[in-house]
């Protein structure tokens, strides 16, 4: 027990073996390793501009800001992505303080902890995803944070019903050509690909049609004739 630290984060008081816990995670891939997605390639691009505050708690616990065991996007705005996750610890939250008495809080809002202005944290043992051989005990720190899109390529905005997106087609292309159509409903922007030796049209962005250029080839996705990702390759 001589290389367990004693944490209080506000209502929480917490028992972490840094140690042990900065050994596991170093095992943890990068967010781009484990996922090859948009979101998860600019999560470990964008982690440097991540504020000081909130990669100080991080560090003092054995994290590392990159290796998350989970995370995922709540929303795009102003170029900047609203994102979620969590991280595993070795040790024990040894209590948790009631920060409100007022019962119409939700549990997360009662114990959720501010980190900075863009950032947020809170703690708790029902842990999910746990990497493989994680050393027991341990407990899950969940995290909010705003980080810009720096990827090079525009995002792509559009959501799919989740019982629709069995139809979203994946397919490996080139760009071919492009054009801006005029319609009763203003202008469509559209642009053909080359895929399996036949032309695919979709509409996209504006962002999109002046991103698409020759020589382009990537991985398109697309619904009923509407962009929906793109995946350039290198």
């Not at 979101?39 to 982690?47: P, Q």
Request: hydrophobic share 30%; aromatic share 14%.
């Amino acid at each position: 027990m001589e290389h367990w630290k004693e944490f209080k984060f506000e209502a929480y008081t917490l028992r972490v073996d840094v140690d042990k816990t900065r050994e596991a995670n170093r095992k943890v891939p990068f967010s781009n390793e484990q996922c090859a997605c948009d979101h998860c390639e600019n999560f470990s691009l964008a982690a440097s501009n991540a504020n000081m505050e909130f990669v100080d708690v991080l560090t003092s616990l054995g994290l590392e800001i990159r290796r998350t065991s989970e995370v995922f996007t709540s929303g795009f705005k102003n170029n900047m992505y609203h994102y979620h996750g969590f991280y595993h610890l070795v040790g024990t939250i040894e209590s948790i303080e009631n920060m409100q008495s007022n019962d119409d809080l939700h549990p997360l809002e009662i114990k959720s902890i501010q980190i900075s202005e863009d950032s947020s944290i809170y703690f708790h043992e029902d842990c999910s995803l746990v990497p493989e051989g994680f050393p027991k005990p341990y407990f899950q720190l969940e995290f909010s944070i705003l980080l810009p899109r720096v990827l090079e390529y525009p995002h792509v905005n559009q959501d799919i019903p989740i019982n629709k997106t069995h139809h979203v087609k994946h397919m490996d292309s080139t760009f071919k050509s492009k054009r801006v159509k005029k319609t009763w409903f203003g202008l469509k922007y559209e642009v053909t690909f080359l895929s399996n030796h036949r032309n695919v049209v979709l509409y996209v962005s504006e962002d999109l049609f002046d991103y698409f250029d020759h020589g382009w080839s990537g991985e398109i996705s697309y619904y009923d004739k509407t962009c929906c990702g793109i995946k350039p390759y290198q």
